[in-house]
Structure formats: structure tokens, C-alpha cells
RNA sequence: GCGCCCUUAGCUCAGUUGGACAGAGCAACAGCCUUCUAAGCUGUGGGUCGGUGGUUCGAAUCCACCAGGGCGCGCCA
């Protein structure tokens, strides 16, 4: 837990008091010290006059003055000026930064840890596909998205649960319920058309993808003939919830194996049909007409566009304008069963019980408009803040053209298929690049290229760098140093640079949790395999920089000890971001 | 018609929650392999941060309006 830049700022702050003794807490929450945006304005960057100028009643600039001259030259500060507005940019000991590399190496991946989630109990909801087919890749994004953020927040020190709802329940799966049925009816033989079966059930068929064979199949050897005598349809009421119940639990299970081969796995799943069955969905509606939240009532219009099968209905109510939303909801549907909102009222109401006091939905774009409702119910619930992940739509790109999904065709549908032209790393990383909520491109082709251009590459090819030098060492029998007097030897610009990308990681980490953007930690990871780079390329052109030469020991267990801290660091971020980190380049 | 998200270099995108002259990678141009992996590295050029107002010591960042792109809009999930 050890970070630099918290170290410094406290010194920073204790400067500042000492000068101030009567600067109110909101100042000194506002107090930063930062990585200077620029080469050339010392190390660490502070606003602490600006910000406090006010309430001081004095000049940014006497203050910074009366910092700097406080500052200079006490441990780990060496210098401090002034410039600008009033920034007091320091300048630190070369140690404290060289200080960073034994601190790392006694961490290892532990290394940027953060307590500021404070145990706080978070729940991530995401995925949440329906489990009517395989993964699309629709949901790849917020998949990933979702169990990076996931993981960062864990690192940051909330106590995060993964979870996924299972939407189980409605008239799409007993849609599916019926498909299912049709292929059975073909693994057993039958004499009828698809379209005269077809023609049959309400609603017609209305999944007619392959992979319902596979159900049909399995539904064959489990059951025999026994829901549909002689090959031959049955009334529904003898195999319905069955094949049902059998269908969901037959492609949540291939779903969950999509899911492992991206790396991720759920801690719960729940089920909207065990909500419903336990009548949680009833009982919250009526603890919200406890408190006047419900009515019975009839809406407007939607405006522009008017559904075509649109009257004026009475019908149960939320009252989500009181908690921000335009209009009020409705629970429930003509023939009294809870919608899927109200259903999902009880499924947040839930988490709350169980004791999650950030609820964090990953969602895809198309859900942007029920965002509003939802967030006037967890208003209206009370005892958890609500924050959605909104994912936009990812376009995929091959040979310079865009991808058509398009199940016809066959082609770019499923997850699995996606995994077919690229690796689960690659496709991880290069989604994690982006901020969520910004439409993407996924090239294909560079996402598995071995180029620069291929951050998934780049940072795994500093990784494999830096292993390929730390075995050689090892063969060598040098073992990294961990006393600042052999560590002393790091002065090169690059090896300074490595070791103040390296100083930013904790920061990094918090920065990126608060602001729930784990892209943060895939642009990080790219700037030190950068640095990385840039140091081994140092070596090249000059052959006493090189990482490992013989008859200085001193310089190689100090750089040795550099390339480790790299090497943990770069596994540190790829755990968050759930990349594998490769030993070796093939 | 209304709501939400987005608009930054020719292209793809960052911008550390309001800080210093706006950054990176591609693409363009000029360089670097007797070596722990050149699958890489170095340098140069390139911008009215969609537009107009406002808030303040300070705005790509916050507010209002406008333009363009995406998503959505009662008893589907």
C-alpha cells in the first residue's frame, strides 16, 4: 500500500497547516499532487495555493512561495518552485523515487492496492443476457466491460459481488419453450413440416436457430417419447414447464461456458423466476403502496409516432416523475402478471437486502431509456446508490470493411464465433481500450496482429521482454536488488521514467475506480510497455545500459530489479483487466 | 415531438473529475539491427477541442441554446 504520491501529498498538507492552521477541510480535500502534464515542471505538480488562496486570504503566489520554502529539501522533496498561477512544482529525491522498486518487489501483484472502497459492498450486475440462445456478441462489451470494472473495484477495495440475472420468465421463454419442443419433436422422428408445426402454437416459432437442436437432442435422451407420444405434439400443459425449465438450464450453461472462455465468471446467478415464484415482485409493490408510490391510473399518449394498437387503459402505476422520470410507470400487464420492470423493482430491492450499498448495472445502449425508471425505483427503494454502465454498440471491421451480422448468413453472431478469429485477451484488452460509453471499432485484423499498432501485443510483448531478461538473469544466479545503495545506480532518463510510470500505479488504480473507467488501467499499461520499451531500446543503442552485464553487478541487480518491478506491475493491471500475461512471444 | 449518450490532429482515440502553451498511436517524412527477441526504438510536421453565448482567477471539462451522429419512447425483455 505503499504510494508516493499520498506520501508526498501529505507533506504537502502538513506544510500547508502548519503555514494556515485555519484552512477548513473542504479546502484540504481539494488539495492534489499530480504528474505534471509536461516534461520540465518538476516531478509532482501540487495546486495547494490555488485552491486555498481564498480562504487564506493571501496570493496564490505567497503561498506557494511560503510552501516551496517550507518544502524545499525535506526528505523525500529535494526542491520546490514556483510557477504559473500559483503551482509548486517539486522535485523529489532521486531515492524516493528509486524506493519504489523494493516496495513493489515486497508487494508483488498486491502492488496498488487501494482501501478507499472501504470494505463499501458493491454489487456489479452484468451480461444479463436472456437464456434463450447463445452469446451474442453484443453482450461481449459489457461483459467485459463489467468484469474489468469489476475487478478494479476490488483492487480498489470495495467488496464487489458479480452478478448475473437470468431473465427466465415472460413469454420469450416460453417462446423458446415451444422451439425447444419443435426440435425434440425432430430428434424423435416426426412426420410433421416446421411449418405445420408452426401453424400450430401461438405466436408461431419464433427461435429457429440451429443450436436448439443440440436442446432437442439432449430433451430425446433424457425423456424418451414421453412428452410427445409416437413423435407427435402433446397438450402443453404435460411438457411445458418441463422442456421449459430444461431449455434454460441447457443454454445458461452454454452461456456460462462462453463466459469462461472470456475469462469470466459470476459469484451469483439469480433467477427472475424464483423472484416471481416467491412473490417478491407482489410484495414490493404493495410496500410502495404503502407510501403512496402506486396508483391505479391511465397515461398519456406517447407523443410523435402513435402505436398502432394504442387505447387509453387503466392500469397499475409507479409513481417514477416524483424520482426524476417523465412519465409513470406501469407494474402491471392487462392480465395482471408483474412486468418486467416491477420484476426488476423486487430484483434490486433484493440486492439491497442482501446488503449491497452500490448497485452497478452494465447495460448496452438499447437500454438507455429505461435507465430513468430504474433509477427512479432505487431512488424510490432507498438504501443503495444506483450507477449504470452504459456500453454502446461495437461495430466489427475485417479487411477494411465492416462486419454484417447477420444470422442468414451465418456469420459474427455468437461469442463463440468471435472467438474463432481472436483470443479472449485480445478481444479483452482491445474492448478495454475504449471508454464504454463511446462507440468503437473492433478491427479484426489488428486485433490479432503482431504489430506495435496492437496494444494487446505491445503490452504483452513488454511483459514477455521483461521475463525473457529476469529467466536469463536468474540462469545467472543474480538476484534483484533491494537496497536503495544498489538501486542508487538507476539514473538513466528512461530508468527514471520506468520508475515514476511505475510511482503512478497506485493512484492510478483509485483514480480509475472512482471514476469507474477500467480503460484507465489499459492506457497505463500501455504507457509503461512504452517506457519499458523505450529503456530496452536504450540498450541497444548503448551497450552500458544494457539490462544484464557481467562484470558490473551492482547496475545489473538494480536493473534487474527494475525489469521485476516492471514485469509485477505490468501482471498487476492485466489481472484487473482479466489478460493473461504471456512468458514468452511464439 | 421528448429523453439519454456521443462530437478533440487526415484516421482511431486519451485528456488524471475546473488547472499551466491540448496529448498518444496510426498515416506522412527522416533515422536506428556484430545485441538480453528490430514482433521494436528515436526524431520532424500536423488542432478555431462541432458552433454560439454564459459561470470564474482559470473551461476540452460546468450551464444554456443550436448543428451533426447513435440509442430509446404504455400492457417486450
Redesign the pocket.
Known sequence: MSDLYAQTRERVLAALTDAFPDLPEEVLARV?V?????E??GEM?S?AA??SARAAGRKPAEIAAELARRLAGTPPIAAAEI???G?L?LTLDADAWRGVVPAVLAEGESYGDSDIGGGIAVNVEYVSA?PTGPLHVGHCRGAVVGDALASLMEKAGYNVTREFYV?D????VTALAWAAYWRYLEALGTELTQDEFAARIPGGLQYGGDYLRDVGRALAEAHGDAFAPGAMPADPEFWLDAVRDFAIAFLLETIKEDLARLGIRHDVFRS?RALVESGAADRVIAALRERDLIYEGV?EP???KL?E?????E?TLFRATLFGD?VDR?LR??DGTA???ANDIAYHAEKIALGAEILIDVLG????????RMRAAVAALGGASFEVA?C??VHFQKGGEQVRMSKRAGTFVTVADLLEEVDADAIRFTML???N?????FDLDLAVS????NPV??VQ?AH??AR??LR?ADERGIVPADDLETLRTLADPAEMAVLRRIALWPRLVE?AA??R?P??IA?FLYDLA?DF??L??R???DAAL???IEDRPAETAARVALVAAVATVLRSGMQVLGVTPVE???
Open positions: 492534489e499530480v504528474p505534471p502534464r509536461e520540465g515542471r505538480a495546486n490555488m485552491v510557477a504559473g498561477p503551482f512544482n436472456n431473465n420468465a415472460g413469454n420469450q427472475e397515461l406517447p407523443k410523435g402505436p394498437d394504442w387505447e387509453p387503459r392500469q417523465d406501469p400487464k392487462s412486468t418486467y420492470f445502449a438499447d437500454h438507455g431509456g429505461y435507465l430513468p452504459l454502446q454498440i481500450m475504449r471508454k460509453d463511446a462507440q468503437m471499432t503482431q504489430t506495435r499498432e501485443f505491445y510483448y514477455a521482454r525473457s531478461v536469463a483514480g472512482q471514476a473507467e480503460h484507465r492506457f512504452s520499451h523505450m530496452w531500446n540498450g541497444r543503442d544494457r539490462f544484464l514468452e512471444m511464439r
